[in-house]
């Protein structure tokens, strides 16, 4: 009775850490969402100039988890804008976040961006990725004004999937194209747990798809 008690023990012990585990993870794909409406479970948000964001699910044959993508819509070619769309109910430090992105078209930029730390829309840290440039970008933004402190140029092709992760634990942070480590840099701005959510610049048409978020401790 002693060793079934211990191990029904265990197995309590065992699932709580599972349904931990699994309530640290997060993923976003959008199929259940309604098409040309906001995305359900992100707030809405705007560093810089230029008009409100406009934030829709749009339908895109080729997405990998499903024909349901996120995309920024209102193409204005105000060059110090940034739309976010920052995921409701998850707050971290430690985190790795990764997305599927397919930059579509824009003059201006073609960017795609993944957001950690947010404590609003003028302070936070932002992993870009940009396929009007070839490269890939580590931002702070503080007080609105974006800082770059880490970066590598490397080619990020135009209207194809691909993905980009941003991985954060303590001052270290690491960024990833298609599982390749890009490159890691250190910072200390923002030292506390924020939201997360997806990022993009001026007239960029990106494509997002498989959001995902693992909060680390």
Known sequence: MQRRGLFGLVGLVLADRQAEAQSQRHRVDFEGAPLGAPPPGFSIALTGGGPPPRWVVLEDASAPAGPKVLAETSRDRTDNRFPLAMLNGVSARDAALSVRFRAIDGQVDQAAGLVLRYRDDRN??????????????????????????????????????????????????????????????????????????????????????????????
């Open 124 to 217: 936070y840290y932002v992993a870009r990725a940009n396929a009007l440039e070839n490269n890939v970008r580590l931002y702070r933004v503080v007080d609105g004004r974006r800082i770059q402190f880490a970066g590598i140029d490397v080619p990020v092709p135009r209207d194809r999937w691909q993905t980009l992760g941003l991985r954060a634990e303590g001052e270290r942070f690491e960024v990833w194209l298609d599982g390749r480590a890009l490159f890691s840099s250190t910072d200390w701005t923002f030292t506390n747990a924020g939201q997360v959510g997806v990022w993009t610049k001026a007239d960029s048409l990106t494509h997002f798809d498989s959001f995902e978020v693992e909060a680390l401790r």
